[in-house]
């Protein structure tokens, strides 16, 4: 069964450094997510991406945070200058562009990320 | 604002017992309902999901939630666990035209052999 894979599995990062978030979405997937749990919390909504644009983005969404499809395969989440509340698991989701009403999101296993 | 609860945070229970996991929802539009599992070490999968129609979904693993309107509410129920069914369980809530899930706070079950 086709999955969603995530790279790299953690890391660890220095405070403002900047960070790359690799993930490789179903192939036959066009709708693509970010979404983030920090220990202890639920899991939050960043981000979606559809077409080459970002479709929706939560409030946590800001500047600092960008996404790419750089080729037909990878969508990557970059965080310019990461603070220590960026400490978080980082999962990626993917789902097939169809009605609404139909769309089921498929997560990889996640990215955490440490902010020192 | 959609928010989403659950209210047991940790259910222990001992094989062959039946469970039932709360999920309530906020929003009164129309909604799209999931449960996911989250085994150790691994991903996000998705247990089961409610679109439209039979207000009784059945998932993988014998699993089934139901979704009652009138209470906000989509419990996941098994008439019998598994020690393997020992996860963590996330219901999650898409509500009107947007696309986005948004979580509970999920339970973790814990089932003793």
């Known amino acids: 069964e086709p999955e969603v894979t995530q790279t790299p599995s953690h890391q660890v990062t220095q405070m403002g450094q900047e960070v790359i978030l690799r993930c490789v979405p179903i192939?036959?997937?066009?709708?693509f997510y970010w979404y983030r749990q920090i220990l202890g919390q639920k899991v939050e909504f960043l981000v979606s991406f559809y077409n080459n644009e970002i479709s929706e983005k939560s409030e946590i969404f800001d500047d600092q945070f960008s996404v790419e499809r750089p080729d037909g395969s990878n969508f990557t989440l970059k965080i310019r200058s990461t603070k220590l509340e960026d400490s978080a698991m980082y999962f990626c989701?993917?789902?097939?562009?169809?009605?609404?009403?139909?769309?089921?999101?498929?997560f990889g296993p996640g990215t955490r990320l440490t902010v020192l | 604002a959609q928010s989403v609860s659950q209210h047991n945070h940790h259910v222990i229970l001992s094989e062959a017992a039946s469970l039932e996991l709360g999920c309530n929802y906020s929003y009164g539009g129309t909604v799209n309902l999931f449960w996911y599992v989250q085994y150790p070490g691994q991903h996000l999968q998705l247990l089961l999901k409610?679109?439209?129609?039979?207000?009784l979904v059945k998932g993988i693993k014998g699993f089934e939630a139901e979704f009652i309107k009138s209470k906000f509410s989509f419990n996941l129920r098994k008439p019998s666990v598994q020690w393997s069914d020992t996860a963590e369980y996330f219901c999650?809530?898409?509500?009107?035209?947007?696309?986005?899930?948004?979580f509970g706070s999920g339970t973790q079950l814990t089932v003793l052999p």
């Open positions: 409610y679109f439209s129609g039979d207000p």
């Open positions: 999650a809530v898409r509500s009107g035209s947007a696309r986005q899930l948004t």
């Open positions: 989701a993917s789902s097939v562009i169809a009605g609404r009403r139909t769309d089921t999101q498929y």
């Open positions: 192939s036959n997937h066009l709708y």
